[in-house]
């Protein structure tokens, strides 16, 4: 008799967990659920403690419980003030579900960010900071605040303002693009997690490695190709003195955005744009590159390839004294062999 | 041993150290300026390295030029003020039989001439040289004077001549370099008659059984019918 009633127990018990569980998020809500819960923060800000469960559920979290994230929670009510969650527990320590270690904690607490937060700069972005809390979607969600064309205005432009409205305005923007995925928003040049100073010399957008940014675009043919543009101002860019020195690390000579600018990114027929006829005399002569540059800086062109035909004059002078090169090479070649072969004749005619 | 009478002064001391400070400029002026255009080569890029980068191999490459220039300057003042240099130069000028010398030589190596035609002072090879050089430097110094002031040059002139001018320093450079890297090193290294090296640059002196076969006109001036 006993035996069957600790078995008619246990399953009872069984039966129950699951409902217990359920019902733990019932007991979170009963509170959480109501829209005017309020409270007020530690800066004696009223805040909205309400979570909207349908969001929460329809989230890339959605399967999880409160407490997997909130694990200080020991008792319901919780009496005391929750700690903040740490989205490291499960993105970076891993655990049985969640993501596992992933490198985008490690990057980010190399980033800007992170550091600017140690140092009691409480401005600087967390995780939530940017992708949000109980609402949080997987990037190709089109909702998401990490789908690429929302990380601008959603994630980072939400401080980084003159930025955001430089790029919108810019051949960049998605006024220029017009729903293309194929334009870059922030992440794209800055990186998404480790973000850094741009005179840190490990950023994607230090003088040195810029260039190597651009290029991933205007470097490619095929993407250059769906715009009606080529490659040849990243190759002509490497062959002049510019992009020579700079391969070279040296980081006071002009890289792209020295002359195209970094948000504010303009067509050049736009009087506005820096590389504009019209201003490019003032762009060049920047106190700490060409000082005292005059209009003639705009006559000819810029990215000058001497290697193709569209280059006029400096095409035609440099493919003649490459021939002139070559015509010279042939005949002292043929000069010299002669001039070795009876000069050897001449000493062997003496010797013997 | 021969003895010393056997040998003439080609070459005086200041000739010598013209010379001297001639190709040591245009050895750096070489290394700096070829590596930065040869850059996409791995050795260019060891040696730019070797030279303190990019921006500090332009130093040098402009310190050479002042040592170059200088050494032009001087050459040409002394053309101007000493007899000697005077007549040096005026020996340097082409003459009508040049023409034919330049085909008269190509014959001869070939083997459809005996002999050489004979040769004076300097041999329409050594004008030759002598020409290419100078043109050179002058070339060279003035496109690359504009490259120094490019601002200044450019407060005149469009970008398109600045390109211009960038494309004649360095393709200009490349055969002049060749020129003399390959002709000449040749005529006084590698040269059978005179292989390892040629020791006129140091001591300036050269037999008088040299002159006679190298330049016989001369030979014959100053020292009569062979006779001797």
Not at chain 2, 165 to 182: D, W
Request: hydrophobic content about 40%; glycine content about 8%; proline content about 3%.
């Amino acid at each position: 008799m006993a035996k069957s009633r600790q078995i008619f127990l246990l399953s009872i018990l069984l039966m129950v967990i699951p409902l217990l569980v359920g019902a733990q998020e019932r007991r979170c809500l009963l509170c959480h659920g109501k829209k005017d819960f309020r409270a007020k923060d530690t800066a004696g800000k009223e805040r909205s403690l309400y979570v909207d469960e349908t969001i929460f559920r329809g989230s890339a979290h959605g399967k999880l419980s409160c407490v997997d994230c909130h694990l200080d929670t020991m008792e319901l009510p919780h009496g005391k003030r929750l700690k903040q969650v740490n989205c490291g527990d499960c993105h970076y320590r891993g655990r049985t579900f969640g993501q596992g270690p992933a490198i985008e904690y490690l990057l980010y607490r190399d980033s800007v960010h992170a550091k600017e937060r140690q140092k009691g700069n409480m401005k600087a972005p967390d995780c939530a900071s940017c992708h949000g809390t109980h609402d949080i979607l997987s990037r190709t969600d089109i909702h998401s605040r990490g789908y690429k064309l929302n990380i601008p205005e959603q994630m980072c432009g939400r401080c980084h303002t003159k930025e955001l409205a430089d790029w919108k305005a810019s051949v960049h923007g998605p006024t220029a693009h017009k729903g293309d995925l194929n334009l870059p928003v922030c992440t794209n040049c800055h990186t998404e997690h480790g973000i850094r100073r741009v005179a840190d010399p490990g950023s994607t957008v230090y003088a040195t490695n810029i260039v190597e940014m651009c290029i991933k675009c205007h470097g490619d043919f095929s993407i250059m190709q769906r715009y009606g543009k080529n490659t040849e101002e990243v190759e002509s860019y490497y062959e002049s003195f510019h992009g020579v020195a700079t391969k070279f690390g040296e980081k006071n000579i002009a890289h792209c955005a020295s002359c195209h600018g970094y948000h504010l990114i303009l067509a050049r027929n736009n009087p506005a744009s820096s590389v504009n006829p019209e201003r490019l005399p003032a762009t060049c002569g920047q106190p700490k590159c060409h000082p005292g540059a005059t209009a003639n800086f705009a006559k000819g062109k810029v990215h000058v390839n001497p290697k193709n035909r569209e280059s006029g004059i400096i095409y035609w002078v440099a493919l003649g004294f490459k021939w002139l090169t070559i015509t010279v090479l042939i005949v002292l070649f043929i000069h010299i062999f002669l001039d070795f072969l009876r000069k050897v004749q001449e000493r062997r005619k003496r010797g013997a | 041993m021969a003895n010393k009478d056997d040998y003439i002064q080609r070459f005086t001391v200041s000739e010598r150290i013209t010379h001297i400070l001639l190709f040591s400029s245009l050895i750096i002026l070489s290394i700096t300026g070829l590596t930065l255009k040869y850059h996409e080569s791995g050795l260019a890029q060891w040696i730019i390295r070797m030279e303190g980068g990019v921006l500090f191999r332009g130093k040098i490459h402009r310190l050479a030029a002042l040592i170059l220039m200088g050494t032009f300057a001087y050459h040409i003042l002394s053309i101007i003020f000493s007899r000697r240099a005077h007549a040096f130069f005026q020996d340097m000028i082409f003459r009508k039989d040049d023409l034919s010398c330049f085909a008269a030589i190509f014959k001869y190596n070939l083997g459809l001439q005996k002999e050489l035609p004979a040769f004076d002072r300097f041999t329409c090879i050594e004008k030759f040289q002598y020409w290419a050089v100078g043109i050179a430097v002058v070339l060279l110094s003035a496109s690359g004077l504009v490259l120094w002031g490019e601002t200044l040059f450019m407060m005149v002139f469009p970008k398109w001549a600045i390109d211009l001018n960038h494309i004649i320093h360095s393709f200009e450079a490349t055969v002049g370099f060749v020129v003399l890297v390959v002709w000449h090193l040749y005529n006084v290294h590698l040269n059978p008659r005179v292989f390892p090296m040629s020791k006129v640059w140091l001591t300036g002196k050269v037999s008088k059984e040299e002159l006679k076969r190298d330049h016989p006109l001369e030979y014959e001036r100053r020292f009569g019918n062979g006779q001797e």
